[in-house]
C-alpha cells in the first residue's frame, strides 16, 4: 500500500472522528457490543485462519479470542460508568483560598485519530480488535490498524468483520479501517491527523518508530510495549523447600506458545552452583513439551541470532541442548552471577522464542544488588517463601517493572481493573498499560471549561449529571444519585 | 555550574528519593507544611527579592506567594487522601468473564528523582517551588531544581529556605536541591537517574530540551510548558451588545502583569471592518496603563523581535502604536481576516510582552473554520450571548486548547481540582497539566502486585486500608470506611 492510499485511509478515519467524537457511552458502547458479538460469532472461522497463519494451536488461540471478546465488553461497561471521562466539577467559590474561584469543570475527550501496530505473537489479543484498538475506540477515538504481515489474511478478515459489524450499529464509516505494508506504516507515524501510536512489537522496530513520532514538527505520545526478559528470583529458602515444583512452573512458563510471549521468563536467578543439580529435571520436564512451528521465519532468524549472542556470552554453559530447528526444542542456558557482574549485558539480551537463561548466585549473595543489573521489565517475580523478608528485593525490583508477582509465573495477563501491563524502558516507552480498563486513558486528555453557562457545557459536567456517571465535585467524588436508587 | 557538580547533586536527590520513597503520604505531607510555612512566614523578605530582581509588583508577587503556598497544602491534603495512589484491588475470582483472574492490585508509585526548571514569568508559582516543584514532591519524588537566571539571587534564597525547612521536618538531606546555569542543566536532561522533567519556557529552549530528553538512550518524559496564543473569538451577537466592556477586559488582560502571562490573549478575532472603529476606546483603556520593566533585558530583546515580525507580516497595521522601549508602552496591532487566510502562521507568533492582534472578520464570516488555522493552545476564549449556538465554533477550540474560557479572560489561572493548565503542541509537549491537582499523577507510575500474600504487599493495597484512602475494589470505588465514621 502507498503513502497515498494510507493518506486517504486516515483522512476517512479523522472524518469518522469528527462524526462519532460528541456520541453518548452508552451509543458508542452499542456500536463495540455489536463488535464483541461479530467476533464471537465468526470464532470458529478466525481460529482455523489464525492457527493456519500463525502455527499458533486452536485451543491457545480459541481462548486468546475469547479474551479480545472479554476484553472489549469490560470496556463498554467502563465507559458507560464513564470512569474514562475523570469528570470534575468546581464550583465557583468566592471563599476559595488562593482567592475567589470562578466555576471550572474538567472532563477527558478522545485524542483524534490513533494509529495501531498489530502483534505477530497474539494475532487477536494485541493485532486488529485487540487492547490497543479496544481502548482507542472506547476513549471515542477512531483507529487506523497496520495489519502484521504474519497474519494478513486474518488481519484483512478480522478488519473486514469490525468494519460490518460498527456500519450495521450506526457508526460513521471509516471509523475503524487499516493499512499493510511499511510505506503505509510509516506513514502512519507521520500523518499530522494522526494524533497516537500504539505498537507492541521488538526493542528495534519500536524505538525507531518512537523516535519518528517524537521529531514530527508536532510529536505524538507512542504507546510502545517493546522488550522484556521477565527476570525470575528464587530465595535459597524457596529452592530448599520447593525446587522441583520451581523448576516444573519455570519450563512450563518459557516454552507456554512456544516462548512466545512478551511476558516469558527469560532469567531464572537460583542459588545453583551446580548446572547438573537441575539439569536432569529440566530435561525431563522439557523432553515432554511438543514443539511447534514459530509464528514466522524472521521471528525464527531473530530467534537463533539472539540465542547464538547469548550462547557465546563469556561464561554462559548449556544446560538443556535445544535447537534453532523450524520447530525448535526449547534450550535452558546457565551463567554464573559473578559472571554476569562482569557482563550485565548478558541480562539484556530477549530470546523471543523458546529459550531462558538460569543465573546461579552463591550462598549468602546479595538478590537486591543483582536486581539493579537489570534494565526495565514488563514483569518480575519472587520464588519465596511467606514468612521471608525479601522487601529489598521487591523494591528493586518494583523500579524496574510494572507488574510484580509472587510465587507465581508471568505468562498470563488477566484483563481486570487493576492489571498493569508495561514498565520501564524498554519494556514500554510510557508508565501506561495496555492491558486492562486503564489502557483506555492513553488515549484522551483533559480539557477544562471555565465560567460556562450551563446551556454551553458537555452533557457530563453539567449539573443534572444525565450520563448519570461517577463525578469528582468540590473535591468529593460523587456516585450518580439515579443509579444508586436503581441498583437497590 | 559544572556538569560534574550537577551530577553529585543528582546522585545526592537520588539517595533522598530512595531514602524517602516508601514514607506515608502523612508523614510526607508534614514535610512539604514544614516548607508551606516557610515560605508563609519569610514572605517580605522574598517578596522584597523577587520585585528586585523582577520588576514585578509588589502586590502581584505577594499574590503569586500566596498562591503557592496554597498550592502546596491544597496537594497536601490531596496525597493524605491518597487520590494519587489510585489504588486498585481485584481479588481472586474463579469465576472472571475470560477465566480465573488471581490476585491483582495496584497502586501508583514515585518515578524517582525529576528535574525541574523554573521560568521567569513566575518566580513563585512557576518557580523554586511552584506547581512542578510541589507536585514533584507530593508525589514522593525528589527535585533537582534548575533556577532561572533572571532570579537568581531569591532562587538561592528560597531553595534554603525550602531545604532548610524540610530538614528541620526530618526529611532526607538531598530531597530538594539546585543547580545553575546551562551546563549543568543539560547535565539533568541527560542523567540516567533523572527521570522526568518538568519545564515552563519557551517553545525553542522547551522543543530543545524535550528533543534531547527523547534521545536519551532511555528516553523520559519531558513535561513543557511551551507557547501559547490565547485567542479570543468575539461573535457579532456579543460585540454588538457589549463592545466597550469587551474591549476593556481585552486591555487589561493582556497587559496584566505586562503581558508576560503564557495566558496572555495575543489574538482577539472580532467583527471589525474598519480598525478606527475601536482605536479610540484601545487608545483610552491603554493609556491609563503604568507601564514597568519587563523581566529581563533577553526577554525585551525577543519581545521586540517578535513584535516586528508580526507587525511587518502583510496587511498588518498598527491601531494603538506603543514601543519598545526598557518599560514599553502596549502595542495592539490589527490584520483582517481574509489577509490571514493567504498566511495563518502570523497566528503562530507569541508576542511574549505587552502587545496583541485583533483579526478582523467580516459579517457572517465562520469562525469555527477561521479557528481551524490555530495550532495548540493553553486556552482559548469565547465572548458570546449565552442563547447564541456557537457549538461548532467550540468543538473546533477544544481540538486545540486545553482549557476552555466563556466570557471570562484567560489570564489567572486558579488552582483547584478541576483546573487544567496545557494543551495540544506547542501549548505544552504532553496531555497533561502543571496546575491543579492532576498535576501530581505526571510523576508516578504504576504498579502491579500479582498473587501476593497480603504480608509482603505495600501498605496503601492491603485489605485493612490503614492509610484510610479511596480505593476501587473489584470494578468498586470505595470510600475508607473509618475516615467515614470520623467525619460525622
Redesign the interface.
Known amino acids: 500500500m502507498t503513502a497515498d492510499q494510507a493518506d486517504s485511509r486516515i483522512v476517512a478515519a479523522h472524518q469518522a472522528y469528527e462524526d462519532a467524537?460528541?456520541v453518548e457511552p452508552r451509543v458508542r458502547a452499542r456500536w463495540l457490543e455489536e463488535v464483541a458479538a461479530a467476533l464471537e460469532s465468526h470464532a470458529d472461522e478466525l481460529v482455523s485462519l489464525g492457527h493456519e497463519e500463525t502455527h499458533l494451536d486452536e485451543a491457545r488461540l480459541r481462548?486468546e479470542l475469547?479474551?479480545s471478546v472479554?476484553?472489549l465488553?469490560?470496556f463498554i461497561a467502563e465507559i458507560v460508568r464513564g470512569e474514562h471521562l475523570d469528570a470534575?466539577?468546581?464550583h465557583a467559590d468566592p471563599a476559595?483560598?488562593?482567592?475567589p474561584?470562578?466555576d471550572?469543570?474538567?472532563v477527558n475527550?478522545p485524542?483524534?485519530v490513533v494509529g495501531v501496530f498489530g502483534a505477530s505473537n497474539f494475532p487477536f489479543a494485541f493485532s486488529v480488535m485487540g487492547g490497543d484498538s479496544a481502548s482507542a475506540l472506547a476513549a471515542g477515538c477512531a483507529v487506523v490498524h497496520k495489519i502484521h504481515g504474519g497474519h494478513l489474511r486474518l488481519g484483512i478478515r478480522t478488519a473486514d468483520m469490525v468494519s460490518a459489524a460498527l456500519a450495521k450499529a450506526g457508526a460513521p464509516q471509516g471509523l475503524f479501517c487499516t493499512v499493510v505494508g511499511r510505506e503505509a506504516a510509516e506513514r502512519l507515524v507521520d500523518h499530522p491527523l494522526v494524533r497516537a501510536i500504539g505498537f507492541t512489537g521488538s526493542t528495534a522496530g519500536g524505538r525507531a518508530l518512537?523516535?519518528r513520532a517524537?521529531?514530527r514538527r508536532?510529536?505524538i505520545?507512542f504507546y510502545g510495549e517493546l522488550g522484556s526478559i521477565n527476570p525470575v528470583f528464587v530465595t535459597q529458602k524457596a529452592w530448599d523447600t520447593r525446587r522441583e515444583e520451581i523448576l516444573t512452573g519455570y519450563a512450563a512458563s518459557f516454552t507456554m506458545g512456544m516462548g512466545q510471549f512478551c511476558t516469558k521468563p527469560g532469567l531464572l536467578f537460583a542459588p545453583v552452583q551446580d548446572p547438573g543439580e537441575v539439569s536432569d529435571l529440566l530435561h525431563r520436564e522439557l523432553a515432554s513439551k511438543q514443539p511447534s512451528l514459530l509464528l514466522s521465519p524472521a521471528l525464527r532468524e531473530g530467534f537463533g541470532k539472539a540465542l547464538n549472542s547469548v550462547q557465546s556470552a563469556s561464561g554462559v554453559e548449556v544446560l538443556v541442548a535445544g535447537d534453532e530447528a523450524e520447530a525448535p526444542r526449547p534450550t535452558v542456558l546457565f551463567i554464573a552471577a559473578q559472571k554476569v557482574r562482569e557482563q550485565p549485558e548478558v541480562l539484556e539480551q530477549e530470546m523471543f522464542g523458546p529459550a531462558t537463561l538460569v543465573v546461579g548466585y552463591n550462598p549468602g549473595e546479595d538478590l537486591a544488588d543483582l536486581a539493579r543489573l537489570l534494565e526495565?521489565q514488563l514483569?518480575a517475580t519472587v520464588q519465596a517463601e511467606?514468612?521471608e523478608d525479601?522487601s529489598a528485593l521487591?523494591?528493586e525490583l518494583?523500579?524496574r517493572?510494572?507488574?510484580?508477582?509472587?510465587?507465581?509465573w508471568p505468562t498470563g495477563v488477566?484483563?481486570?481493573?487493576?492489571?498493569?501491563h508495561?514498565g520501564?524502558?524498554?519494556a514500554t516507552?510510557?508508565?501506561t498499560?495496555s492491558v486492562g480498563t486503564?489502557s483506555i486513558g492513553r488515549f484522551?486528555?483533559?480539557?477544562?471549561?471555565?465560567?460556562?453557562?450551563a446551556?454551553?457545557l458537555p452533557v457530563p459536567l453539567r449539573d443534572p449529571n444525565a450520563w448519570r456517571i461517577?463525578r469528582?465535585v468540590?473535591?468529593v467524588?460523587k456516585?450518580p444519585a439515579v443509579q444508586r436508587e436503581d441498583s437497590k
Open positions: 467524537r460528541d481462548f475469547r479474551r472479554f476484553q465488553r469490560l470534575t466539577i468546581d476559595w483560598g488562593m482567592g474561584r470562578p471550572i469543570r474538567r475527550v485524542l483524534g518512537f523516535d517524537s521529531k508536532v510529536p505520545p526495565g514483569t511467606p514468612e525479601v521487591l523494591t518494583r523500579e517493572a510494572g507488574r510484580l508477582l509472587w510465587n507465581a488477566t484483563v481486570t481493573y487493576a492489571q498493569h508495561g520501564p524502558y524498554p516507552t510510557a508508565a498499560t486503564a484522551m486528555r483533559p480539557v477544562a471549561y471555565d465560567s460556562f453557562p446551556s454551553q461517577r469528582r468540590d473535591g467524588w456516585e
